[in-house]
């Protein structure tokens, strides 16, 4: 048997190193054919990767040179996503109302929009003024480097290829008209829409929607003394700035925390990567290995569509991003002149405006013709979010300045970090590179260093000019939310530079809050503040975030067990497994005991519900006090604290809500004390009673028996919490008590990493892609790693050769293009 099975191993690794030679001997990609200089050309030209298949669909992409690996890499993603791929690409060439009507929803996945007409209002002006073909164009480092273009250049020609030689089976769009070829053009646009995907792409529906005014019967412009009742207000706008610029509110977010070698127990780093990211849609990650030989060899997930590996790890390094606080945009208040709306005054010099007319062809209608507004600024825009309105009057309007609509440099930035061999080197990366539009980046070594770093592309606001050039808006709003509002019409409060930026207009490196070589660095998605609690970060100017202000209680959970694991020492991956599945929920070690007594000394243990009705809520009190403070899926009691509380912290503010209120100098522990005597507590326990009841939910029902997915007819309960519990395995659900309570994640936990290394030459890593490699209900990769994450299982990695080579599950296929 053991000869038997060495014989076997040694087959294998021989074909395995066949592949190898074959791989090395393919012709490199400047010796191909090549695309048209305009990037127009689908085919790559010759094309070849090969793609070795190890357990749960996860390949390994083996080339030559980056077009080849890029081949690779489009042909296998495909292969598993090609649907929401060629949704994708419907949306950046602004086509969604031609295939599925103006008014349809769209998933979100490539802006914050309402509705397609707006999507491709957006998106069409973006491909018709030849924006992308500019920043493709530009000479490195300002514009993608010769590395990436090929890259691009080979993961269009690999899609094209899967295209032509295989049949589309997934339902979802299977026959469909839309399927497409795509140029390196489509790529690159959709590494466009990722990189505004915090700024212009939340502000398309007031781009879009712009328009000059016209006074009614031909009435005079008011008067510069005069106000226009359509006129922002600064304190309410303040608010509203807040809360959009939230990350809390996002769905998207994350947790990374970094171990030094100080506090393990092989004396080199530990990276636990918990992106939350959508569960549909083209948002989701893509799992592979990219190797070049002797330049490359990296593995992690990828956003799809994209061609290098977002987040990952190496021999050496291992890195992990979260969405950060950093506010990525700004806005310039413009003084128009009296005479004529669509023109602004700077140093009193006319300036009109640029029209761009955009046609977009509409299903079963006539085509929409519509005018953006655009200026030296950016595009004028008549709001961000449906609560932060800014109007276009007789006398001002609002320009946008989004500094990543100049940047396709993010995948330039994901190549460097996975050559990167320390965390010096991922720091070297970011800062050769700048291309992270919205995000900070965690990372640690096989040395023992760790790093926390918000190198990001943010417009250069400095408090200074802030100060010096905010209009009477900005001063409410920048403080509230870092969105600065300056003064459009004066010269000197144009954005500065940087020496060390790589363009014009934004912070460079040297000015991000950074901390090296802590014992922990982690990051939850509030400021760079408390990325270690006992080396707080302070100094920065108010655009990357706030300092001294109250935390979120999944930043506190985070933090508190984090610092509590180092202090422990002796770490391994383990117990980085441990921590992501811990499920603890710091909302109810904060408070479950305490609404369980104030329950318990209701009168009669009655409350009284929202609609006035009394409701016997007695039966709730053991249950909360009895309940784990978990979110497994076995926890009971968990949904009905989870409905208790979402509903009490929307309905009472945080000042009636604690007693021990929140202070800077112990911002993990407070504020704290839930008040038992808050008049929310009766009406929220009796709201989420009657609920609970009225759908047939028993007040101590398993949590997983109503928080589940449904995956080829079988119900998979899943554990983990929402942001409003502060719950490291962050999943988030719409209720939907006639189909069970949460039957399905929206977003939450999506590629986690866990990495290590103990001295040997492979890295010691364990991942999880809790939605799965496909999309496709057809695929063995749709729910394979569902059940996985339902069953808090992990994916081993198979990084080493003699790893992939020896993977039970091991497909080989050589890909290429056919002419």
């Not at 061609?307 to 990952?312: K, L, N, Y």
């Not at 409060?493 to 809050?513: E, N, R, T």
């Not at 760079?528 to 100094?539: E, H, I, K, S, V």
């Not at 929140?662 to 709201?687: H, K, M, Q």
Request: hydrophobic share 40%; aromatic share 6%.
């Amino acid at each position: 048997m053991h000869r038997r099975t060495r014989s076997a191993l040694r087959r294998v690794a021989l074909a395995g190193a066949a592949l190898l030679a074959a791989a090395a001997a393919v012709p490199p990609a400047h010796a191909q054919a090549r695309a048209a200089p305009d990037g127009r050309t689908p085919s790559g030209g010759g094309l070849s990767a090969v793609v070795r298949y190890t357990e749960n669909g996860i390949p390994h992409i083996l080339g030559r040179d980056y077009a080849q690996v890029g081949f690779g890499t489009g042909w296998a993603q495909a292969a598993d996503q090609v649907c929401v791929l060629a949704d994708g690409f419907v949306t950046v060439s602004g086509e969604r109302s031609r295939w599925f009507g103006q008014d349809a929803a769209t998933d979100g996945s490539l802006s914050s929009l309402t509705r397609n007409l707006s999507s491709d209002l957006y998106f069409k002006g973006v491909r018709e003024s030849g924006t992308v073909e500019r920043l493709l164009a530009a000479p490195a480092p300002a514009g993608p480097s010769k590395d990436l273009k090929e890259l691009m250049r080979g993961w269009a020609a690999g899609y094209n290829a899967w295209l032509a030689q295989n049949k589309v089976t997934d339902p979802a769009c299977k026959g469909a008209a839309w399927l497409r070829p795509v140029t390196t053009v489509d790529v690159a646009a959709r590494g466009f829409a990722i990189a505004v995907l915090g700024g212009e792409g939340r502000g398309i529906d007031g781009i879009t929607g712009a328009q000059p005014p016209a006074p009614a019967g031909g009435a005079r412009p008011a008067a510069p003394q005069e106000a226009d009742p359509r006129e922002a207000d600064p304190a309410a706008a303040a608010q509203a700035a807040r809360e959009f610029f939230d990350t809390s509110r996002y769905d998207m977010g994350s947790n990374a925390v970094a171990f030094a070698g100080s506090t393990t127990a092989s004396g080199r780093g530990l990276l636990l990567g918990n992106p939350h990211y959508p569960w549909q849609g083209g948002r989701r990650f893509w799992q592979s290995q990219q190797t070049i030989p002797g330049e490359l060899n990296v593995s992690g997930g990828s956003l799809l569509g994209m061609p290098a590996v977002s987040i990952g790890f190496n021999e050496k390094v291992a890195w992990s991003h979260t969405v950060a606080t950093g506010t990525p945009v700004n806005l310039h208040e413009l003084t128009l002149d009296p005479a004529d709306p669509t023109a602004y005054l700077v140093d009193g010099v006319p300036h009109t405006m640029t029209r761009r007319t955009v046609t977009v062809p509409v299903a079963g209608g006539d085509p929409v013709t519509r005018t953006q507004w655009w200026t030296r600024y950016g595009p004028v825009v008549t709001s961000l979010g449906a609560g932060l309105p800014l109007p276009w009057t007789t006398r001002s309007a609002y320009a946008l300045n989004d500094p990543n609509a100049s940047n396709l440099r993010g995948s330039d930035t994901a190549l460097a970090l996975g050559k990167a061999r320390s965390v010096a080197g991922i720091q070297d990366a970011l800062a050769r590179t700048q291309g992270l539009p919205w995000v900070n980046t965690v990372a640690a070594d096989s040395a023992g260093g760790t790093l926390f770093t918000q190198t990001q592309v943010l417009p250069r606001i400095t408090d200074e000019l802030a100060a010096r050039c905010s209009t009477p808006l900005g001063r409410a709003v920048y403080p509230a939310s870092g969105l600065a509002v300056l003064d459009g019409a004066r010269g000197d409060c144009a954005l500065g530079s940087d020496a060390d930026a790589v363009q014009p207009g934004v912070f460079g490196p040297g000015k991000a809050p950074t901390l090296r070589d802590a014992p922990y660095a982690e990051n939850s998605n509030d400021s760079a503040w408390l990325a270690n609690a006992d080396r707080p970060l302070t100094g920065y100017e108010r655009v990357w975030g706030n300092v001294a202000t109250p935390r979120s209680l999944r930043t506190r959970g985070a933090v508190e067990d984090v610092s509590a694991m180092a202090g422990k020492g002796r770490l391994t991956v383990a117990d980085l497994q441990e921590l992501q599945f811990a499920n603890r929920a710091p909302a109810g070690d904060l408070a479950a005991a305490d609404a369980a007594r104030a329950c318990s000394a209701l009168p009669g243990g009655t409350a009284t519900a929202a609609d006035g009705s009394a409701v016997d809520v007695s039966a709730a009190c053991a249950v909360l006090a009895g309940w784990d403070r978990t979110t497994d899926a076995g926890s009971r009691g968990a949904l009905l604290f989870d409905r208790f509380w979402r509903r009490l912290t929307a309905s009472t503010p945080a000042a009636d809500l604690w007693l021990v209120p929140f202070s800077a100098a112990d911002p993990v522990r407070t504020p704290r004390t839930l008040n038992r005597e808050a008049p929310g507590i009766g009406r929220a326990l009796a709201d989420t009673v009657a609920e609970l009841r009225a759908a047939g939910i028993a007040l101590d029902a398993p949590l997983g028996e109503h928080q589940f997915v449904v995956r080829g007819g079988q119900k998979l309960p899943v554990g983990g919490g929402t942001e409003a519990l502060g719950v490291w395995n962050k999943v988030e659900a719409r209720w939907n008590a006639a189909a069970g309570g949460y039957p399905d994640v929206a977003n939450g936990s999506s590629h986690i990493q866990a990495v290590g290394w103990d001295g040997s030459s492979c890295p010691v890593a364990r991942t999880l892609l809790t939605y799965g490699q496909s999309s496709n209900p057809g695929s063995p990769y749709y729910a394979d790693q569902t059940r996985l994450f339902s069953e808090e299982r992990w994916v081993r990695a198979r990084f080493c050769e003699r790893d992939i080579l020896t993977s039970p599950q091991l497909k080989v296929v050589l890909v290429r293009e056919r002419r």
